[in-house]
């Protein structure tokens, strides 16, 4: 990595928004990033997904270092990131989704896709990238695409089910949870809306799409780096910082010690959630229990405060009879812990 990737540093915190520590944003990746972008020399950035804000930052530090200029591409943008455009003039911010914006919004040097998780949008995000440049007689831009391993990579997510065709998405577990190693869904893993109901096959995951992408047009070049749900890095090899590319990212790319790093956080990541679900469920079942033994005082309060009832427990000594039970076997019931 180059020097200015770390003098950037991290300024923005990528945990502010991550209170669960399930390492969700681009930005746990960003001294690689960085160097990434230092490697190809782009100063326009494009970032198709940008919520909070989170990276976005980082790369406007990045792009104002060479008086570049970055476009953000959010449809739902979150109060933080508004402010950051109102604030920056180097920041665009593009309120469509990746696939109404990436034909209209100009090419940039860079594009960081992260939006919406699926084979269908990040095939046609590609191809929408790879058209305009043919347009432009320019080379495909640096494209970054983020998810690219588990769960995303072989699994389709939905954040709109309806803005896909019928015919393009996968069938749908809504509300479902997932756990690494397990191609169907698990009850109480990590949650998710709108995943596909089943991991693998055609047609099915970011990394998929980026791989069919890529297997289509010969010229280009995708590595994996699995750190933080996957980072790949889409890159035309007969363009001038190929070779500085490939030297940066070849010992990252599907590293094998960093994919056992990855299995064993998401591992564990999905093992907590399972563990904090149980305890939910364990909550649950202790507050209602605790709300049937509050009905049953409150009954015996009744019974105790009741004049029939101690009527008719007097009734029953004046006739030598032992009552089913007394006032006191109440009293001494309500005053246990």
């Known amino acids: 990595m180059t020097a200015g990737s770390f003098q950037l540093g991290l300024q923005h915190d990528p945990r502010q928004h991550d209170p669960g520590a399930w390492g969700a944003s681009l930005l746990h990746n960003a001294e690689l990033v960085v160097a990434v972008l230092d490697a190809c020399g782009g100063t326009s950035i494009t970032e198709v997904g940008a919520l909070d804000g989170d990276l976005t930052r980082l790369l406007l ?31 665009d911010l593009v309120r469509q989704t990746s696939l109404e914006a990436l034909g209209q919004i100009p090419l940039t040097d860079v594009i960081i896709l992260d939006g919406d998780h699926n084979y ?26 983020h998810d690219v391993c588990w769960p995303h990579g072989r699994r389709d997510d939905y954040y709109v089910p309806e803005r896909i065709p019928v015919e393009h998405r996968q069938p749908i ?16 893993a990590v949650p998710y809306h709108h995943p596909a109901s089943r991991e693998g096959g055609p047609r099915n995951g970011v990394l998929t799409a980026a791989e069919d992408f890529a297997a289509a047009h010969a010229q280009l070049r995708l590595a994996v780096v699995p750190a933080f749900f996957g ?9 001038p910082c190929s070779q500085a590319l490939e030297t940066l990212l070849r010992p990252w790319d599907r590293n094998p010690q960093l994919e056992r790093l990855e299995r064993n956080r998401v591992l564990h990541l999905a093992n907590t959630q399972v563990q904090l679900n149980i305890v ?43 009552p089913a039970f007394s006032r006191d076997a109440i009293q001494r019931a309500l005053d246990e812990p």
């Open 120 to 145: 269908y949008t990040v095939s046609r995000e590609l191809r929408l990238i790879a058209q305009r440049a043919a347009d432009a007689g320019r080379q495909l831009p640096l494209v970054l695409l």
């Open 173 to 188: 577990a809504a509300q479902a949870a997932l756990f690494p190693g397990d191609p169907g869904t698990r009850e109480g």
């Open 61 to 91: 530090r990045f792009s104002e270092r060479a008086g570049g200029t970055v476009i953000a591409v959010e449809p739902a943008p979150h109060d933080e990131l508004e402010a950051l455009a109102r604030d920056r003039r180097g920041l």
């Open 280 to 322: 939910r469920r364990t909550q649950a079942r202790l507050a209602e229990q605790e709300r049937q033994l509050q009905c049953q005082r409150e009954l015996l309060q009744r019974m105790l405060d009741s004049r029939a009832f101690a009527a008719a427990e007097r009734f029953l000594r004046l006739r030598h009879r032992e």
């Open 231 to 239: 980072l790949g890095v889409l890159w035309d090899t007969t363009g």
